[in-house]
């Protein structure tokens, strides 16, 4: 069916007439999320970030320009070999100068030390891990005492794909997410509604509690 085909290509873009497109489209509609995400994080400029599911690279391009301070560093991680290889020929200058680390891996498994983590973000990413508990408990460990995680999304929108059956089972709901980071050991678990411009949008804050 082409709904669960899209589902599909959405959380894992693969090299494709469709993934190249998909990059189109992460590009385009998910610019604001990103930036307003790597604003929500309050990344000082020496702060160690993570971005999850990084896509082409628009986020990790917006939050590299913070990290000015002689200890900021920015890792991504992607699940999608077609992105993660995106995102290298994007952030190229800034991996070969060591500002920028990138990994292929699952959410749920990423090759990050404990406690390292001062902010985490990401956009139109948890609807597609298939156990939220696992990907939640793995941002927890990575992450220092105190530290911030922000996730930005169009709940409208999300909803209505959902309601075509592109998003797979009920993951997409934010109550499921914030659930899955309570249980995992965050607190202050909050999502609030937001404003750019005309677009109204949600972000999800976390706050790592060890």
């Not at 669960?4 to 494709?16: A, N």
């Not at 990344?43 to 082409?56: A, M, R, S």
């Not at 000015?68 to 699940?79: A, E, F, K, Q, R």
């Not at 922000?150 to 709940?155: A, D, E, I």
Request: proline fraction near 4%; charge should be neutral; aromatic fraction near 8%.
């Amino acid at each position: 069916m082409w709904t669960e085909k899209l589902g599909k290509q959405l959380g894992h873009p693969k090299r494709s007439v469709t993934g190249w497109l998909l990059s189109k489209f992460f590009k385009a509609y998910n610019g604001i999320l990103e930036e307003n995400a790597v604003q929500l994080c309050g990344i000082q400029t020496g702060d160690t970030v993570l971005e999850l599911g990084h896509g082409p690279g628009v986020g990790l391009q917006s939050a590299a320009t913070l990290l000015t301070g002689p200890t900021g560093h920015l890792i991504g991680v992607d699940y999608s070999e077609y992105m993660h290889q995106m995102a290298k020929e994007q952030l190229e200058e800034l991996i070969t100068k060591g500002k920028v680390t990138l990994h292929h891996c699952d959410v749920a498994a990423m090759p990050l030390e404990d406690s390292t983590v001062d902010k985490v973000f990401h956009c139109n990413c948890y609807y597609f891990w298939p156990d939220l508990k696992k990907g939640a408990t793995e941002i927890h460990r990575v992450m220092k005492p105190g530290g911030l995680m922000v996730t930005t999304l169009r709940l409208s929108s999300v909803a209505g794909l959902a309601a075509k059956r592109i998003m797979p089972g009920e993951n997409w709901r934010p109550e499921a997410y914030m659930a899955a980071l309570k249980v995992s050991g965050f607190t202050d678990v909050r999502m609030e509604d937001k404003r750019h411009n005309q677009i109204t949008f949600q972000a999800i804050f976390a706050t790592a509690f060890k």
